[in-house]
């Protein structure tokens, strides 16, 4: 009962607090200059600006060994699954399958296997991690036929890590 | 197929800046010419010998005709068009190449197109015409082609091993398009969905629609893409969808649906983690069409929800233009403004997938 009420409490302040400071619109392209010390009031004091409630900006998934372990693993293995150019075209798409996102099972469905210059992998991944960024990570997967970049997500802690993209070198 | 030894040829013509001739003596029309204004559908090809464009030969030019001539044949869309011409960037750089690749050494043509039956002779793989009339044959019959993302629409014919292959040629492909098309069908604002552009201006379809603090937190305050009406959340999501080639409801990019693990992509806080949850880009360099993203606090930003706005202009002085909603206090707020800013001053940029930087 007590919470509603200071939140609703805090609402009215926002609402009632509407902008005080003397702060002005930056000039506008004219003048071509930063004006990065001048006075603004970007989206100050007008509350929430979506509907639902509001996630905490902590929401972020913290790293761990066991997600970089598992991270490291799952690119090995999508890659391995990937770089099967002999494979027919079907069970390749359904062996890849289990690794990637929903978006990239649609977007990889229409890849021609046969096309494919890598054939095996030759090391062991490599991450790049961003510590502020725990959904994501690029791992580096070196092949016959140069280092892929693979992308990987997931949607929580616990989630499993899906590759979303396997990126080949650029020549 | 050919996507190694395409790059080299299109190195040639990266960023091209366009240039006309303004000869128009010797104009032949493949097609009647269409009203200028509005027109999304098939635009009509100047083959014009004094025409150019920077950075393209004139065989890399008649090529491009050539492919859009074959669409204006089909009756294929701008979009369409686009899509076509950039594949041939992709594949081919825009030359007919006598030449396969190590993934398929009889790929021939514009198209890299194999000789496996699907797509004719080698006469006709090696005919810049017929080989694109049988490219885009192939992307009509795609399901849903013009609802995908171009790069996809465009694999989904050729069956690349990198699906995402085509996407940075796109930007070549929409200037060429647009240099050698004499309907000057409008890439700006709501009137024809091409993806990689921008809206101009205030075309905020909703800059009338009541704030929520006018008529509270409810149906009446949120916009079809479920933010409210007139916050800087809702005008960024817009230019997100247009961008994306979305810009009329149905809309592709919602609150609800952003990201993929369920959660709102919310109020300007937690815009980043809803770019890291979807695996977009983000970064520390303003891009055109960028989202400009403060953190709470962060340059002048509302402190417990932050702030977001969209990058129209990157000044060579380490400044940048942005626009967007409710960035001036009342009773200027929740309505379109922009600003110079230092490119240091957001906390972070968000960037589209159409804004990848071209290695």
């Known amino acids: 009962m007590k919470k509603p009420l200071t939140l609703l409490a805090v609402a009215l302040l926002c609402v009632s607090c509407a902008p005080v400071a003397n702060t002005t619109s930056a000039p506008t392209e004219s003048t071509g200059q930063p004006t990065a010390s001048a006075p603004v009031s970007l989206s100050a004091n007008s509350g929430p600006q979506a509907p639902g409630r509001t996630v905490p900006a902590t929401i972020g998934i913290t790293w761990d060994q066991a997600s970089r372990d598992e991270a490291m693993d799952v690119a090995e293995n999508a890659m391995t699954d990937f770089a099967r150019p002999a494979m027919g075209d079907m069970q390749w798409a359904n062996d890849l399958a289990r690794w990637l996102t929903p978006q990239a099972t649609a977007d990889y469905s229409a890849v021609d296997p046969a096309n494919i210059p890598a054939r095996r992998v030759t090391g062991p991944a490599t991450l790049s991690v961003d510590e502020a960024n725990g959904f994501g990570v690029m791992a580096a997967v070196p092949t016959n036929a140069g280092t892929y970049t693979v992308q990987l997500l997931r949607t929580g802690k616990d989630a499993p890590w899906k590759v979303n993209r396997l990126t080949p070198p650029a020549s | ?359």
């Not at chain 2, 009756?75 to 030449?99: F, P």
């Not at chain 2, 490219?135 to 694999?155: D, H, M, R, S």
Request: hydrophobic share 35%.
């Open chain 2, 1 to 359: 197929m050919s996507q190694r030894k395409s790059l080299g040829l299109v190195a040639l013509v990266a960023v091209p800046s366009l240039f006309f001739g303004l000869v128009f003596s010797m104009i032949l029309l493949l097609a009647p010419a269409k009203p200028a204004a509005a027109d999304c559908g098939p635009v009509s090809v100047v083959v014009d010998g004094n025409r150019k464009v920077d950075g393209y030969t004139s065989e890399q030019l008649q090529n491009a005709t050539a492919i859009m001539g074959a669409g204006r044949s089909l009756n294929l869309s701008a979009n369409g068009q686009i899509i076509s011409v950039m594949v041939a960037l992709g594949e081919s750089g825009l030359r007919v190449l006598d030449v396969g690749d190590g993934a398929g050494p009889d790929s021939r043509g514009l198209f890299q197109q194999r000789d496996n039956g699907a797509w004719g002779s080698y006469a006709d793989r090696m005919d810049p015409t017929t080989s694109a009339t049988n490219f885009i044959k192939a992307l009509k019959g795609v399901a849903g082609w013009e609802l995908l993302e171009p790069t996809i629409a465009g694999n989904k014919v050729q069956r690349n091993a990198d699906p995402y292959h085509y996407q940075k040629y796109w930007p070549e492909a929409v200037e060429l398009v647009q240099a050698l098309s004499n309907s000057k069908f409008s890439l700006q604002g709501s009137d024809c969905a091409i993806p990689g552009r921008s809206g101009a201006g205030d075309d905020y379809p909703w800059k009338n629609s009541p704030t929520w603090l006018q008529v509270g937190a409810n149906t009446a305050s949120t916009s079809s893409l479920g933010m409210y009406y007139r916050e800087c959340v809702d005008f960024a999501l817009w230019r997100v969808n247009q961008q994306m080639g979305s810009t009329k409801a149905p809309f592709k990019f919602l609150n609800g649906s952003f990201r993929p693990d369920g959660q709102g992509l919310g109020s300007a806080l937690t815009w980043k983690a809803g770019w890291d949850a979807k695996g977009w880009d983000s970064g520390r360099t303003p891009r055109v069409g960028a989202v400009a993203w403060y953190a709470p606090g962060a340059g002048g930003a509302d402190p417990s929800f932050g702030h977001v706005a969209v990058v129209k202009d990157v000044k060579d002085n380490g400044s940048y233009v942005e626009e967007g909603y409710n960035g001036n206090p009342a009773p200027e707020d929740h309505t379109y403004y922009t600003r110079t800013v230092a490119n240091t001053v957001p906390s972070a940029f968000l960037y589209l997938p159409t804004q990848e930087e071209k290695k």
